[in-house]
């Protein structure tokens, strides 16, 4: 039977800081300012994303993370990177994301959303030549793309969402004919909806998830998506992504989790600087296996580490590998 496997994986979820930690490295935020003041080339931008990437990566490894992230270096935030690629979209001014004080470009619909070529693939190929490992790609999950932008054109928010979770399914696919093992979908607004609205988030997930030969992580950070849980739990996703940190309630998720199934516990506070006791996260990881022995579980971090300053971010990470260590070592 499968679940219940005793080794703890490890992973992260979202993007990174790009900001470097040692003297001589690229820094990205730099060379796109150089670049804004026509001081730097695109060429420049690219090849500074290239070293961050690098930079990511190497990090990750020399921790021991078993399933690394790119740290979504090229992007400018979760939604835009991909919105502005895609059929159907423009993007407008800033607004603030979601409670925090960081702001992002809002994507419109003003057409057919429409999956035109491959927008991410190029970076996943990338990145992927720089580990050993497979790395994780990114997506924005459909829902939360949907709710983060202004509708201009559907007049039925079911229409859009299957117009937006299929145009993701055409990029997934893309990224699983270039090698893709693992696809992130980060979804945070399912975890803020009303159960009422459940049949929407469906609406959007279930295309993007149907024919998908990668494995797939449907994380939710900040909140628990126990409102629509029961919507989503039988379609074909790998692993949840709970953010148990923020949320207590998240926990609940745990028995209503179909068998052979993974769990991504985030048990490493991606918002706050205060690092972790392993030992600590160890007896969480230990929680959740008497809970559910039956099932599989990562360790991960609650949400993005993007916005902890570089330095942290990376102890937080070597953390989170020490505290799967010890899981592991005591049984899971």
Do not use: C
């Amino acid at each position: 039977m499968r679940g219940g496997n005793v080794q703890i994986e490890t992973t992260l979820a979202g993007s990174y800081p790009k900001l470097p930690t040692q003297p001589g490295d690229a820094n990205l935020r730099v060379v796109r300012n150089r670049r804004d003041q026509g001081k730097a080339t695109d060429q420049d931008v690219a090849e500074a994303i290239l070293a961050t990437t690098r930079r990511i990566l190497a990090m990750q490894e020399r921790a021991g993370v078993d399933i690394p992230v790119d740290g979504a270096a090229a992007w400018d935030d979760a939604q835009t990177y991909v919105a502005r690629s895609l059929g159907g979209f423009q993007i407008a001014g800033l607004i603030r994301y979601l409670d925090t004080n960081t702001y992002y470009r809002q994507p419109e619909i003003v057409g057919a959303v429409s999956w035109e070529r491959p927008i991410t693939v190029e970076d996943f190929r990338a990145a992927q030549s720089m580990s050993e490992r497979p790395v994780k790609a990114l997506l924005p999950g459909p829902f939360s793309l949907y709710r983060f932008s202004k509708d201009r054109h559907y007049k039925s928010p079911a229409d859009a969402l299957r117009a937006i979770g299929a145009a993701l399914a055409r990029e997934a696919q893309a990224l699983e004919k270039a090698g893709a093992r693992w696809i992130h979908f980060e979804e945070p607004w399912i975890g803020r909806v009303r159960a009422e609205e459940a049949s929407l988030v469906r609406a959007a997930l279930e295309p993007l998830l149907a024919e998908r030969t990668a494995r797939t992580v449907i994380h939710v950070p900040f909140a628990t998506p126990g409102a629509v849980f029961d919507a989503i739990r039988d379609l074909k996703w790998s692993a949840i992504g709970l953010d148990l940190v923020e949320s207590s309630a998240a926990w609940d998720i745990l028995p209503r989790v179909p068998k052979e199934r993974i769990v991504a516990l985030g048990l490493i506070d991606a918002r706050n600087t205060r690092l972790e006791d392993p030992a600590e996260v160890a007896r969480a990881v230990a929680r959740a296996r008497s809970a559910r022995p039956d099932l599989d579980f990562q360790l991960s971090t609650s949400a993005s580490l993007e916005y902890l300053p570089a330095d942290k971010a990376e102890l937080k990470v070597s953390r989170l590998v020490e505290a799967a260590r010890i899981a592991s070592r005591n049984g899971g």
